[in-house]
């Protein structure tokens, strides 16, 4: 059971690159969620999904979009990277029981620089 | 929008010592959650709260949640360094529960 798995861990990217975060969970939960951490700062959510197929809008969702085709996996896309950009990525799960959302499981961080 | 301020977001304390951290929050949620990150590394879950009133503890730690206050706090007995990390509090709102919005952390060092 490896939980929530981030693929790659560390990332360089030249300005105008455009790249693809893979989140994969074996948990078999419904919800999942792309966070982005700057230094000296909280988790600030990009975009989630309820469910297979489906996807929202959080916080801070410009310049980046996902996808979820599949329940396990949640793709975060980079079209044109930007310093900006430069952050930790982190991908959570969660389940739902009844209709309540329970806790967040978190994968181990994607390092993403943008030079 | 959500809003959620933890304080303090620097905490230095000495071994042996209580403290208590807070995390307010702006809007209708029975839900809060309570994270601790290392340096460099992920966040792990430490607390799930679900209802008024309900009281956590693990090992130093204990938390609570008072949703008619929309307030959380994570009280720290006798601290070892071994608690140093930054914690988080997050919010799962009611309405729209995969928004979540999480605390700005608080940095806690502990001194021996």
């Known amino acids: 059971n490896a939980g929530v798995t981030q693929t790659p861990k560390f990332r360089v990217l030249k300005t105008g690159q455009s790249m693809t975060l893979l989140c994969a969970q074996d948990?078999?939960?419904?919800?999942m969620y792309w966070y982005r951490q700057d230094p000296g700062m909280g988790l600030r959510l990009i975009h989630y999904?309820?469910?297979?197929?489906?996807?929202a809008k959080g916080e801070v969702p410009d310049g980046y979009n996902v996808s979820r085709l599949k329940k396990q996996n949640f793709l975060l896309g980079l079209e044109s990277a930007a310093p900006s950009q430069t952050s930790v990525y982190f991908c959570?799960?969660?389940?739902?029981?009844?209709?309540?959302?329970?806790?967040?499981?978190f994968g181990q961080g994607t390092r993403l620089t943008v030079v | 929008e959500l809003k959620v301020e933890q304080n303090p977001l620097f905490l230095s304390m000495q071994e042996g010592k209580n403290y208590t951290i807070y995390c307010n929050y702006s809007?209708?949620?029975?839900?809060l959650y309570w994270y601790r990150q290392d340096p460099g590394k992920s966040l792990e879950s430490l607390f799930v709260l679900l209802s008024n009133g309900a009281v956590k503890q693990e090992g130093r730690l204990m938390a609570s949640l008072d949703t008619k206050a929309r307030l959380s706090t994570l009280h720290i007995t006798a601290a070892v360094h071994d608690l140093s990390a930054t914690y988080f509090c997050a919010v799962f709102p009611n309405t729209n529960a995969g928004k979540s919005t999480f605390g700005d952390g608080t940095t806690l060092t502990v001194k021996p």
């Open positions: 809007t209708t949620s029975d839900r």
């Open positions: 948990m078999n939960h419904e919800y």
């Open positions: 959570a799960s969660s389940y739902v029981t009844g209709d309540m959302n329970t806790e967040a499981f």
């Open positions: 999904s309820v469910g297979e197929g489906t996807t």
